[in-house]
């Protein structure tokens, strides 16, 4: 199992505490990292810590599309552009229904566009198949890390 971080990219806070019920209901041990707007998901990544070396990758990104300050396609653009973290596993998980949105997120480098249901159990429903398949099944080369 993958034990690097999840980083989700969530502004609307019923949706992140709801993504964070799902993971705790699957007992997902991966710790979640909760970006809040696109500009703080980039300095996750790109932007050193407090020891002077940067944030461990995470296994696996779920990036919603509307944010503010950055959105999630030019977040999506830099990560692509980035030869440390263009490797990773980035799932869009937006409640966008944007044809659009779809085609350029693809056209971006997304590894998968999930639109987030309403009703509870089939978002839990779909988080569990991203956890299995992303955490579980997926690997990554062990240089990204």
Same mark, same amino acid.
Request: charged share 25%; aromatic share 6%; no cysteine.
């Given at each position: 199992?993958?034990?690097?971080? *999840? !980083? #989700?990219?969530?502004?609307? +806070?019923?949706?992140?505490? %709801? ?7 699957? =007992? ?32 696996? *990104? !779920? #990036?919603?599309?509307?944010? +503010?300050?950055?959105?999630? %396609? ?7 552009? =980035? ?63």
């Amino acid at each position: 199992m993958n034990t690097r971080p *999840i !980083l #989700l990219v969530e502004d609307n +806070p019923d949706d992140e505490a %709801l993504a964070l019920r799902a993971f705790a209901k699957l =007992n997902i041990s991966n710790k979640i990292i909760v970006a809040r707007d696109g500009v703080e998901a980039l300095d996750y990544l790109f932007s050193a810590d407090a020891t002077g070396g940067i944030s461990k990758l995470p296994a696996l *990104i !779920l #990036l919603d599309l509307k944010l +503010p300050k950055v959105d999630g %396609l030019q977040v999506l653009q830099q990560i692509r552009d =980035n030869e440390r973290t263009q490797i990773l596993p980035v799932v869009i998980l937006t409640s966008s229904r944007e044809e659009q949105d779809l085609v350029r997120g693809y056209n971006l480098g997304a590894n998968s566009y999930v639109r987030k249901p309403v009703d509870y159990n089939e978002f839990v429903n779909a988080v569990s198949q991203l956890g299995i398949f992303w955490l579980l099944l997926n690997e990554l080369p062990d240089s990204s890390s």
